[in-house]
Structures are given as C-alpha cells and as structure tokens.
T-cell receptor
Framework: ETGVTQTPRHLVMGMTNKKSLKCEQH?????MYWYKQSAKKPLELMFV???????ENNSVPSRFSPECPNSSHLFLHLHTLQPEDSALYLC???????????????FGPGTRLTVL | GEDVEQSLFLSVREGDSSVINCTYT??????LYWYKQEPGAGLQLLTY?????DMKQDQRLTVLLNKKDKHLSLRIADTQTGDSAIYFC??????????FGAGTRLTVKP
C-alpha cells in the first residue's frame, strides 16, 4: 500500500460515454499527477497539480479534463474518448514540487481503461 | 534525446544476478530512483540514491551511480521469479518534477 488509491480499477466505456477516474492520497502531499501508460508510450505525464492549481498540462486533448478540488483528491473526467485512449491511467502524489526528495512520487495502482 | 534512457528488455535465469542500466542527461539531477511495476499494478518505489553518493545497498539490491558518466545501475542479486517486472529509472532536480525512463522489462526464467 503506497497511500494512494484509485477507483475504479477497471473501466470499460463507449466513445459517447462520460466517466470519471478518482484518485485519493492519504499521505498529506501537496502535489498530484496523472500519467497515461500504454504500449506505445510507456509513461506519459498528462497533468501536474500543486496546491490544487494546475502547473503542467502536456498537450493533452480536451476530452480529458482534470479536477483537483483539494490536495487529497484528483479526478480525471473523460468524455467522447477514442479507442486509442485505452490505457492504464496512473495517479501519483509527492510532498510538493520544491525539489529533491520532496519530489519523490508515490503511485496508485492505476485504472485500466478500455474504450470500445 | 530523452532525459532518461534504459534498454527495454532483460532476461536472466533464476538465481543469477540482474543488472539494469540507465543513463541520464542532466548533471543537475539531485536524486535518482528505481521503481518496480508488477503486472496490472502501479509503480512501487524500490530505492533512491542521492547524487553525491556512488553506491547504496539494500538487501539484494545494489545501486551504483557514476555521476561523471551519468550512469545509474540496479543490481538484483539471486534474482527470483517474483522479481519479474518492469523497472523504471527516474531522476529529479531541485526545481522540477521527476523524469522517468521508458522502463526495462525483466524476465526471470526458471
């Protein structure tokens, strides 16, 4: 157990559906991350939040919409996805972005997403 | 080129030692990490080393850092089938989030 939980663990959705992925960290951290992991690109950083503010957005399509209501929770809202969006979506948290060991990321188990 | 590079595959026999290598480009890296990812799971932090150290040992794991060549390695002694996983090298700097390699898939054959 890393202190980072993700729900659901598996999700199958159609291209017209709207769903949300949830991440919760119990570590008292102030930074949270979304990654996409697929066979084509092993670990792609999507979004970074620090103190509930988005600090990095790596050219992610608008069909992915993150939300960070507080420092313990991070959501990824999904709508009109494509089959190529099927992947493992990993959430991580770190103490903050101040550098050094404070940047050490702790990962959740991931949500396996399949888009039909 | 990529910030952190690793070979993609490594195959060893059970009981042998495994050595997974990583190179990085930024000399200002302060901490270097090894993560392990088992099938269907997230990344688990295995160990890390501060950039002013050249070696760190933790039970069967030995991390070697050659800062001059920007080369990091992870040695697993007496490799077991449970060590089969993807191993990610990562680095962090003072003012940035972490950068991960593409991962090395270790296969342990009985």
């Amino acid at each position: 157990e890393t202190g980072v939980t993700q729900t659901p663990r598996h999700l199958v959705m159609g291209m017209t559906n709207k769903k949300s992925l949830k991440c919760e960290q119990h570590l008292g951290h102030n930074a949270m991350y979304w990654y996409k992991q697929s066979a084509k690109k092993p670990l792609e950083l999507m979004f970074v939040y620090s103190l509930e503010e988005r600090v990095e957005n790596n050219s992610v399509p608008s069909r992915f919409s993150p939300e960070c209501p507080n420092s313990s929770h991070l959501f990824l809202h999904l709508h009109t996805l494509q089959p190529e969006d099927s992947a493992l979506y990993l959430c991580a948290s770190s103490q903050d972005l101040a550098g050094g060991l404070r940047n050490t990321q702790y990962f959740g188990p991931g949500t396996r997403l399949t888009v039909l | 080129g990529e910030d952190v590079e690793q070979s993609l595959f490594l195959s060893v026999r059970e009981g042998d030692s495994s050595v997974i290598n990583c190179t990085y480009t930024d000399s200002s890296s302060t901490y270097l990490y090894w993560y392990k990812q088992e099938p269907g799971a997230g990344l688990q932090l295995l160990t890390y080393i501060f950039s002013n150290m050249d070696m760190k040992q933790d039970q069967r794991l030995t991390v070697l850092l050659n800062k001059k060549d920007k080369h990091l390695s992870l040695r697993i002694a007496d490799t077991q089938t449970g060590d089969s996983a993807i191993y990610f090298c990562a680095e962090s700097r003072e003012s940035n989030d972490m950068r991960f390699g593409a991962g090395t898939r270790l296969t342990v054959k009985p």
